[in-house]
């Protein structure tokens, strides 16, 4: 039987890596995902990640962005296309994760308002009762904004912020980003080594050393 693929959706929120990262570490473990930018999202990629996208209708920069590995692991479907797979509940899929999730995408995911691709997908997932998880990225949080995840919540989505952990001693921006990974995929319990779990209460070498 073929597997069935994540849905993956980045969207305009700070921290593009994040989902680039996800992608990448999927496509190593031969996950299929059906994937989908959001405009906004193609302005962030290019201020943070230096990728620039001409045109999202035109998938020829996914390798820049993603790898050429990884991108024999996608489908690519225009933020748009409402004739696209994943914009039916009857397409099966092993659930979505929107990463980096923006406020303004949840927000419209929590009061059902589809107006893109992407919302649609969330929408299916929801209503389907696949498992759908959200990266949101921003800070500080008004109670609009938590009081639509909470929303979210309520309804069995899975809220991962994008917060760092520094127990495990990380001191790289690689090692943080792979800790928000890591808890992403914790949620469809894929195993990884992305970030070493808590086995108890010790200070990491590196941190003795900076006199922590």
């Given at each position: 039987m073929k597997q069935k693929p994540f849905v993956i959706a980045m969207t305009g929120a700070s921290g593009?890596?994040?989902?680039?990262?996800?992608?990448?570490?999927?496509?190593?473990?031969?996950?299929?995902?059906?994937?989908?930018i959001s405009e906004a999202a193609?302005?962030?990629?290019?201020?943070?990640?230096?990728?620039?996208?001409?045109?999202?209708?035109?998938?020829e920069f996914l390798v820049a962005l993603f790898g050429a590995q990884a991108v024999s692991q996608l489908e690519y479907f225009y933020c748009h296309d409402l004739k696209a797979p994943i914009a039916s509940g009857s397409f099966p899929t092993q659930g979505m994760i929107i990463v980096p999730a923006s406020t303004a995408c949840f927000?419209?995911?929590?009061?059902?308002?589809?107006?893109?691709?992407?919302e649609r997908a969330a929408e299916c997932t929801i209503k389907e009762s696949h498992k759908l998880v959200i990266v949101p990225r921003e800070t500080p949080l008004s109670e609009i904004h938590l009081e639509n995840?909470?929303?979210l919540v309520?309804?069995?989505?899975?809220?991962?912020?994008?917060?760092?952990?520094?127990?495990?001693?990380?001191?790289?921006?690689?090692?943080?980003?792979?800790?928000?990974?890591?808890k992403v995929l914790d949620q469809f319990e894929i195993e990884h080594m992305l970030y070493p779990r808590?086995?108890?209460s010790q200070t990491p070498d590196r941190f003795q050393e900076k006199g922590f």
């Amino acid at each position: 039987m073929k597997q069935k693929p994540f849905v993956i959706a980045m969207t305009g929120a700070s921290g593009s890596v994040y989902g680039v990262r996800l992608v990448r570490v999927l496509a190593e473990r031969n996950y299929r995902m059906m994937l989908t930018i959001s405009e906004a999202a193609k302005t962030v990629i290019g201020e943070e990640l230096g990728v620039e996208i001409c045109d999202l209708k035109n998938p020829e920069f996914l390798v820049a962005l993603f790898g050429a590995q990884a991108v024999s692991q996608l489908e690519y479907f225009y933020c748009h296309d409402l004739k696209a797979p994943i914009a039916s509940g009857s397409f099966p899929t092993q659930g979505m994760i929107i990463v980096p999730a923006s406020t303004a995408c949840f927000s419209r995911v929590a009061n059902g308002i589809s107006n893109s691709l992407i919302e649609r997908a969330a929408e299916c997932t929801i209503k389907e009762s696949h498992k759908l998880v959200i990266v949101p990225r921003e800070t500080p949080l008004s109670e609009i904004h938590l009081e639509n995840l909470l929303k979210l919540v309520r309804v069995g989505v899975r809220v991962v912020p994008a917060m760092p952990a520094f127990y495990s001693g990380c001191h790289s921006v690689e090692e943080m980003v792979d800790f928000v990974v890591g808890k992403v995929l914790d949620q469809f319990e894929i195993e990884h080594m992305l970030y070493p779990r808590w086995t108890g209460s010790q200070t990491p070498d590196r941190f003795q050393e900076k006199g922590f």
